[in-house]
């Protein structure tokens, strides 16, 4: 019998351990071990390619054979990564484990939402949703935060020692999943092997056909989702590459940690303002966060480690309230079956988007 508090607590609980790492600062990290911004970027490329290849097939493996599974697959994967990491010794091995770290996102993306979602679905607790996409991104933050608060320890101790932590990390979340219940996906209980391969095989397509069909009849979504994408995508380039880009500018090595830490704070406080405006409409909390996280992009020119890192809170703050804002309009839309599909769909198109403008970004970022 499923147990929504203590269920709820558990997904708080996967988000804090799926965020709280050493490695946070990796753009840091790869810089400090002799990559370039170029290679980065080429690092992130291929983190979104794989997530392209990765993240609809995870979404309807998720709404076929259960959340709750592929957020331990997630962890799985995200072990293997820093496995690889750890034993790296050149950028395609780098890759290599960017790779796994992205299917590991893949996994997870829409997964633990949709969990949530209908757990409290089922007890007709649907208006709280909202709160928990707040509370999600405040846990994200502040778990981001403190990641990458220990940017200078990590360089301290070497990337082995900050991904064998992370290692451990994995192991207690994957612990932690194996308790939560199961919600809003069909069982497949009375099958022989062979029929049930052949109708696992029909529900993948079906499921994956019918996501794309609510799509097409639902531009609003899929709008929502084009929108959504787009400043998180420039917001999460411009905190990226302000990792490498500040110490450069002068920024003591000691307060690096404590700078992005700070900017990442932003979020925090842009997932709690957008709860005090329901009223405002969408087209405005769009436009409002959009022209803030361009103006992060541009005050990133200025030199001024101060100034810069000012631009990289407003534009956390700005990328989490309208985060939180579309999480919830897309949600009450997506119907249970396939809210998993769906979700991944919208992590496709940000993927899509990064894909184009990490390279972009790593150039740019580089020469000015």
Known sequence: MLNIKKQILRLYASSVLGNLSLTGAWVAILAARGYNLVEIGFAETVFHITSLIFEIPSGV????????NMLIVSSVMRVIGNIIMILSCNLLMVCMAIAFHAVSYNFSSGSGDALAYDSLKMYEREEYYETYASNQMVIFRLCSGISTLCAGFALFIGHK??????????????????????AGIRQHDGYSEKSMIASIRKELMTCFITSISFLKNARKAFFLMSCNSLVGAVDILLLFFLQAKLPRTGMPNLALGFALFFMEMGGILGAKIILKCKRMRYRNVFTATALLVLGGVLVEHSGMYLVMTAGGFIAALSDD??????????????????????????????????????????????HW
């Open 321 to 366: 309230a309208l985060q939180v804002r579309t999480n919830t309009l897309l949600q009450d839309m997506f119907p249970s079956e396939q809210r998993a599909t769906l979700i991944s769909i919208e992590s496709f198109t940000f993927s899509m988007i990064m894909i184009v403008l990490s390279p972009l970004a790593g150039i740019l970022f580089s």
């Open 61 to 68: 493996l998720a709404d076929v054979f259960g959340r709750k």
């Open 161 to 182: 020692l900050a991904y064998g932590a992370d290692i451990l990390i994995g192991i207690v979340q994957i612990w932690n999943l194996s308790s939560l219940c199961e």
